[in-house]
Nanobody, 126 residues
Framework: QEQLVESGGGLVQAGGSLRLSCAAS????????MAWFRQAPGKEREFVAA????????DYADSVKGRFTISRDNPKNALFLQMVSLKPEDTAVYYC???????????????????WGQGTQVTVSS
């Protein structure tokens, strides 16, 4: 069982930046494909970004490409999401997720991820 804990959310003005972190508890973090998803009020949870086990391959939703950067530190069991040029439409609860049986082609599918954090709120004011 993997436990994930997000941090780093908050209130920021449009154009500002935030860095989200996700701490993993287990010893097999480096085996997982990791991802960030988000859920805005009244909307379905959506894919934001994913990163391969080694960190060499990344994927982004079109809505965040060029503004968000996903990264990981395997020795420290940590996942990050650097967000710049934030927009009001980025307002959501952000979740990190781990896929213990990773198939890269399914990286954008919510159902691929068995482990989820509790989420961290990001609010971008206009």
């Amino acid at each position: 069982q993997e436990q994930l804990v997000e941090s780093g959310g908050g209130l920021v003005q449009a154009g500002g930046s935030l860095r989200l972190s996700c701490a993993a508890s287990g010893r097999t973090f480096s085996r997982y494909v990791m991802a960030w998803f988000r859920q805005a009020p009244g909307k379905e949870r959506e894919f934001v970004a994913a990163i391969s086990q080694s960190g060499t391959i990344t994927d982004y939703a079109d809505s965040v490409k060029g503004r968000f950067t996903i990264s990981r530190d395997n020795p420290k069991n940590a996942l990050f999401l650097q967000m710049v040029s934030l927009k009001p439409e980025d307002t959501a609860v952000y979740y990190c997720a781990a896929d213990p049986t990773p198939v890269w082609s399914r990286r954008r599918s919510i159902g691929s991820y068995d482990y989820w954090g509790q989420g961290t709120q990001v609010t971008v004011s206009s």
